[in-house]
T-cell receptor, first 113, second 115 residues
Framework: GAGVSQSPSNKVTEKGKDVELRCDPI?????LYWYRQSLGQGLEFLIY????????KSGLPSDRFSAERTGGSVSTLTIQRTQQEDSAVYLC???????????FGDGTRLSIL | AQTVTQSQPEMSVQEAETVTLSCTYD???????LFWYKQPPSRQMILVIR??????QNATENRFSVNFQKAAKSFSLKISDSQLGDTAMYFC????????????FGTGTRLKVLA
């Protein structure tokens, strides 16, 4: 597709389960970002990838959160042992490079019961 | 610490009128980029406009323009001839040109255009 694709669009899971969120960036975009958007809040930066490496992981809230990117393309964000405070919309964005305009996916709405 | 503040949680404007959304930021950096993004109810975030701090000329994109005041650290967005499709959350964002990859977003302004 032409845009950033995220899956699943919605995820409901029980507290304590692991979840994996996927992001397919725009082809050729080397920069990839993950954000968390809680109700009534702005976007909280989680992690930045340049190619397959993550020079900035400073936004990951705890060691339950991890992310990887393979082949300079698809990225997965994994949350282990989910907690209710992890409930949010997780947005992925890609761009041609750092500080270039970002193209966002539709997000994954994660609900922890 | 770098921060972005949007002091208007909600605003409304009549169709065809002009509205200005405010954004202030705090940084010790001299070179950076500023952005306005729009998030309609459908959820996908879309870039509205981008400003480079070293450029004195205010950026414009059709009905959207900014008033960039570097000394005051202010970056307001003006929407002219408001349309119903402009109804959305608007986020101001900041990133230095070097030293960090972490974008800082404001908490957003919910704009409603009234028919």
């Amino acid at each position: 597709g032409a845009g950033v694709s995220q899956s699943p669009s919605n995820k409901v899971t029980e507290k304590g389960k692991d979840v994996e969120l996927r992001c397919d960036p725009i082809s050729g975009h080397t920069a990839l970002y993950w954000y968390r958007q809680s109700l009534g809040q702005g976007l909280e930066f989680l992690i930045y990838f340049q190619g397959n490496s993550a020079p900035d992981k400073s936004g990951l809230p705890s060691d339950r959160f991890s992310a990887e990117r393979t082949g300079g393309s698809v990225s997965t964000l994994t949350i282990q042992r989910t907690q209710q405070e992890d409930s949010a919309v997780y947005l992925c964005a890609s761009s041609l490079g750092h500080s270039q305009p970002q193209h966002f996916g539709d997000g994954t709405r994660l609900s922890i019961l | 610490a770098q921060t972005v503040t949007q002091s208007q949680p909600e605003m409304s404007v009549q169709e065809a009128e002009t509205v200005t959304l405010s954004c202030t930021y705090d940084t010790s950096e001299n070179n950076y980029y500023l952005f306005w993004y729009k998030q309609p109810p459908s959820r996908q975030m879309i870039l509205v406009i981008r400003q480079e701090a070293y450029k004195q000329q205010n950026a414009t994109e059709n009905r959207f323009s900014v008033n960039f005041q570097k000394a005051a650290k202010s970056f307001s967005l003006k929407i002219s001839d408001s349309q119903l499709g402009d109804t959305a959350m608007y986020f101001c964002a900041f990133i230095p040109t070097s030293g960090t990859y972490k974008y800082i977003f404001g908490t957003g302004t919910r704009l409603k255009v009234l028919a």
